[in-house]
Nanobody, 124 residues
Framework: VQLQASGGGLVQAGGSLRLSCAAP????????VGWFRQAAGKEREFLAA????????DYADSVKGRFTISRDNAKSTVYLQMNSLKPEDTAVYYC??????????????????WGKGTQVTVSS
């Protein structure tokens, strides 16, 4: 399954963006999905996870209350709604999928499928 993250761009501080994660031509509805980001010179950071039915979600403290993960399995798409963006949110954002929900946070490097990232730049 080849994932593709999209929806990034340039936004002013305080603004919002919605990222999408899809697998063109494929369905990953039975997979839990996570969102991650990597800023220049920094390690990749976990942001949010969602179970395959969308019943369970998990967030990093750094984005809790500002970011919301959701999914529309009819469209085979997972979203990351990002509000109140800050300059420190500037990074390349990635989505990843795996059969194991717990692995999203505990072992992201072991996740089965990663997509190409999308750049988010927040100006001050």
């Amino acid at each position: 399954v080849q994932l593709q993250a999209s929806g990034g761009g340039l936004v002013q501080a305080g603004g919002s963006l919605r990222l999408s994660c899809a697998a063109p031509g494929r369905s990953f509805n039975s997979y839990p999905v996570g969102w991650f980001r990597q800023a220049a010179g920094k390690e990749r950071e976990f942001l949010a996870a969602i179970s395959w039915k969308g019943v369970s979600t998990d967030y990093a403290d750094s984005v809790k209350g500002r970011f919301t993960i959701s999914r529309d399995n009819a469209k085979s798409t997972v979203y990351l709604q990002m509000n109140s963006l800050k300059p420190e949110d500037t990074a390349v954002y990635y989505c990843a999928a795996d059969r194991s929900y717990s692995r999203v946070r505990s072992d992201p490097e072991g996740m089965a499928y990663w997509g190409k990232g999308t750049q988010v730049t927040v100006s001050s």
